[in-house]
């Protein structure tokens, strides 16, 4: 039987999927990250499948979202999504010293996903923790500065004004360098790491993901298969049911107590 629990760490209210059996036991966790203008709810089912398996699986709501909205409009929300992906980074510390103290933390077992923007927050996280064993993003992007000045110039291509001035966008950007994968690749440590990615994709651009995929392969030379890269070439901004099990066998076979 799977447990799903309701809980909150320090403001951070998440959802806890595990095995009645394992529910005091030392398991590997996966902590789940959802998307923009999504909620923890919605990725129940990628939760269930990997409980399944014997994970622990943790769904936090990202600052603005699900229970922690403050009734933003999606422009609104926008308007602050990397305060909410830098957040959340920040927010994996938290949780993952709340399961450790509790002595629930295996040893080299902690996994870390998300959708989209889940995704985007699993590769900035990449480069802050050392202690994540495998990862996987669905749609996700590590180039942090390049993708969020591409925001930018949407914004005004769109004839909105910016609502920061050069110096907030100069020390913004510059603050997402430190997060930014792409710019210290050498953090991965030839740590286990899957993409999915849709080719038709308009919202997380499918070839900054790729051509980061591509510039890491010689990272990765002596240990292929820690590296996988799944395109779907109908795919737009939605994970196919592929993708979601793909996700389950990548930590069954790279995230283990």
Partial sequence: MIL??????????FLH???EEY???QVPVCFFIHGFTSAKEHNLHYAYYLAEKGFRVI???????????????EHQLGQVFWKIVLNTIHELSIMKSHFEEKGLLARNGVGVAGTSMGGIVTLGALTQ???ISSAVSLMGNPTYVKFAQAQLSQVESLGYELPFSEEEIENMLSELAHYDLSLQP????????MFWHG???????FNLTHEFYQSILPYY????DNLLFIEDDKADHKVTREGVLKLVEWFEKHLSA
């Fill in 4 to 13: 799903v629990d309701k809980s909150t760490i320090q403001n951070i209210p």
């Fill in 59 to 73: 769904l936090p709501d990202c600052l603005e979202h699900g229970e922690r909205s403050t009734g933003k409009s």
């Fill in 23 to 25: 529910i005091d036991k």
């Fill in 129 to 131: 923790y050392d202690w």
């Fill in 186 to 193: 050498e953090k991965l440590s030839g740590r286990p790491l």
């Fill in 17 to 19: 999927l595990v095995k």
């Fill in 199 to 205: 080719k038709r994709d308009k919202v997380v651009p």
């Fill in 221 to 224: 030379e002596s240990q292929e």
